[in-house]
């Protein structure tokens, strides 16, 4: 079954960055293309891919262009939910980490409008999500999945059709 | 000889169209392939994979009619299509073992099809097995040895009235070349008499095949002179032998053809003026601009096609293609991305898209992702091309080897879908390939 994922553009500029470790350049472009060979396809909001057009490795913007050619590449219209956003951010401690949360907002809002799931490298967001998912139970659905950890078993989870499994959860 | 049956001849806005090709035997197309023929059409897939053997069948019926003499089926060793013996051609089966027929089957116009079946005879070569062909929507059949009473009921109204009505004379399928044909005979022929009428059922398709004009992938080295040779609308053989009397022509007539073909040259960045220099009466030499853009008093520093890079000499039978063939006149193109830099081989699909806008269809093998990328964003602007314009086909190869086409249309975005493999993906794997290695020895230092 194909999943919609949306994908950050953290991951698109570490696919082929000259500053990114090797390990998570390679995991990177590991993780891409499975997406591609796999029938699974990426959503984008506006917000999402301005950030690529910044950011996008010479890779990933194959990838992006071999991932289009297929109609895999889809486009989401997601409108800002300003309630949900502030219910997330009052979890925060404080203005740093509010900032850091504000910025990948998009990516859930992305993610809750298609298929729930989000590849990315941002740890320290996927961090205060999670907490935020104890207080706002219905982003606890969502999966946040790295591919810095263990890439040969989110590549088989991504052959396994992204089933929702707790490992990946924010709650 | 008289004949019935529609013009042999067609001219702009009734020009008798290829619009979809059939093959079954020939090569690696062992079972039924066909693919539909769309102003744009674009052939991709690996080598050897049967993008080519797809459109031959074509070219060896364009060589057979072409040639001055009857020679027999088919013209095996001809300037299109080089055999040297039918076998070459038949689909293998096994290690040695193969078909025993091949089949060909043209549409054109979206009505009308013509289907030849041809056989091999042990030590013969081949022959007709039979031909089917479309009138009026009714499907009919013709096979060499058909009784006067088989051959009557398939007969047009006014030609079975004639020769219900006409007993001194026999009516029989015949072989013309590489088609069958029905033909009433007098009795008295032998007394000298030679009038004689037939039903011409494959005239349509005979007009659409001799007007393919040909450009193949090896289009000859750049010479110091060139011979003159007569200018269309139809060019016998291949295309690169007219391009220097095409434009030594065009010059003479002042024809808008030579700007626009400077225009297409100087788009690919290539030069952007090209001129005929007459030598004598039966040979010219080619002179192209020698900066790639036109500069002030820039029309006299000309240099001859043979001092300058291969890129010009490669890409101006193409270019001469596109601009002398006639709305609706079909043209098939074997990579016109050879020699060419990527920047120019981008460039070419604005100027094939600008062609398809003069009504000229196209039919591009191609290996060239760059080309196929620029198409899909020409679409996907929607200025020049339409989805409708264009059709892809992609040529695999079994593990048995033999040929599956898989097609697919773009949309208003430019996208194709599932395609098997698209040459994006290709990239990509090279890409990873590089980055891992390259990272690898980095971290190693």
Redesign the interface.
């Known amino acids: 079954m194909s999943r919609r994922i949306v994908i950050d553009a953290c991951v698109a500029r570490s696919s082929?960055d000259e500053n990114a470790t090797?390990t998570r350049?390679?995991n990177c472009?590991d993780v891409l293309?499975a997406i591609?060979?796999i029938c699974h396809r990426v959503v984008w909001s506006d917000a999402i891919v301005a950030e690529w057009n910044a950011h996008q490795s010479?890779?990933a913007r194959?990838?992006r262009?071999?991932m289009?050619?297929?109609?895999k590449w889809s486009p989401l219209v997601v409108e800002p939910d300003e309630e949900l956003r502030e219910r997330i951010l009052q979890t925060t401690g404080g203005e740093p980490d509010r900032g850091e949360l504000e910025k990948d907002l998009h990516l859930l809002e992305a993610a809750m409008a298609s298929d729930r799931v989000i590849v990315s490298l941002d740890g320290t967001a996927r961090e205060l999500l999670a907490a935020a998912a104890q207080q706002v139970g219905e982003i606890g659905q969502v999966m946040w999945v790295s591919p810095e950890n263990d890439v040969a078993a989110v590549i088989a989870w991504l052959q396994r059709d992204a089933p929702a499994e707790a490992i990946y959860m924010l709650g | 000889m008289a004949r019935s049956g529609p013009a042999s001849k067609s001219r702009h806005g009734d020009e008798v169209m290829i619009t979809r090709v059939e093959v079954t035997g020939y090569k690696s197309l062992r079972e039924v392939q066909g693919i539909e023929i769309r102003p744009l059409t674009l052939l991709a897939g690996a080598n050897s994979s049967g993008k080519s053997s797809i459109i031959q069948p074509l070219l060896l019926l364009k060589q057979t009619l072409e040639t001055s003499y009857d020679p027999g089926v088919l013209f095996l060793n001809g300037p299109n299509v080089r055999f040297t013996a039918a076998e070459q051609l038949l689909s293998r089966t096994g290690k040695r073992s193969q078909v025993a027929t091949f089949k060909v089957s043209v549409e054109t116009n979206g009505t009308s099809r013509v289907a030849i079946q041809y056989k091999h005879v042990s030590k013969e070569g081949l022959d007709i097995e039979d031909m089917e062909y479309t009138e009026n929507g009714t499907l009919r059949k013709l096979r060499l040895g058909m009784s006067r009473d088989e051959i009557a009921p398939i007969l047009p109204d006014d030609f079975r009235n004639f020769v219900t009505r006409t007993q001194q004379g026999t009516v029989e399928v015949v072989r013309r070349r590489c088609f069958l044909d029905v033909l009433w005979i007098p009795q008295d022929r032998a007394e000298g008499r030679t009038f004689t009428f037939g039903l011409a059922p494959t005239a349509r398709v005979e007009t659409a095949l001799r007007s393919i004009v040909h450009v193949p992938g090896l289009r000859g080295n750049p010479e110091r002179d060139y011979s003159v040779s007569a200018v269309g609308p139809d060019f016998p053989g291949t295309f690169e032998t007219y391009v220097a009397g095409v434009i030594a022509r065009w010059q003479a007539d002042k024809a808008e053809e030579l700007d626009g073909l400077g225009e297409d040259l100087e788009l690919l960045g290539l030069t952007w003026k090209v001129s005929a220099k007459h030598i004598n009466e039966t040979q010219v030499e080619l002179q192209v601009g020698r900066l790639s853009h036109a500069v002030t008093g820039g029309a006299h520093d000309l240099v001859s096609i043979a001092d300058v890079g291969f890129g010009v000499s490669q890409t101006l039978p193409i270019l001469v293609a596109l601009r002398a063939a006639r709305p609706g006149q079909l043209i098939y193109l074997e990579q016109p991305e050879i020699h060419l830099h990527p920047r120019a081989q981008a460039a070419m699909a604005t100027v094939l898209a600008n062609a398809i806008r003069r009504g000229v269809r196209v039919v591009v093998e191609t290996h060239s992702s760059i080309l196929l990328?620029e198409i899909?964003a020409l679409v996907a602007r929607g200025e020049i091309l339409t989805p409708s314009d264009v059709k892809l086909h992609w040529f695999a190869r079994r593990p048995d080897g033999a040929t599956v086409v898989s097609s697919t249309d773009l949309?208003e975005?430019g996208?194709?879908?599932?395609?098997p493999e698209?040459f994006?993906?290709v990239?990509?794997?090279a890409?990873?390939r590089f980055?891992?290695a390259s990272?690898?020895q980095?971290?190693k230092k």
């Open positions: 082929g090797a350049a390679r472009r293309k591609l060979e010479r890779f194959r990838f262009q071999s289009a050619a297929r109609r | 990328l899909q949309d975005a996208t194709f879908g599932d395609w698209d994006g993906s990239e990509m794997d890409q990873k980055f891992d990272e690898a980095l971290r």
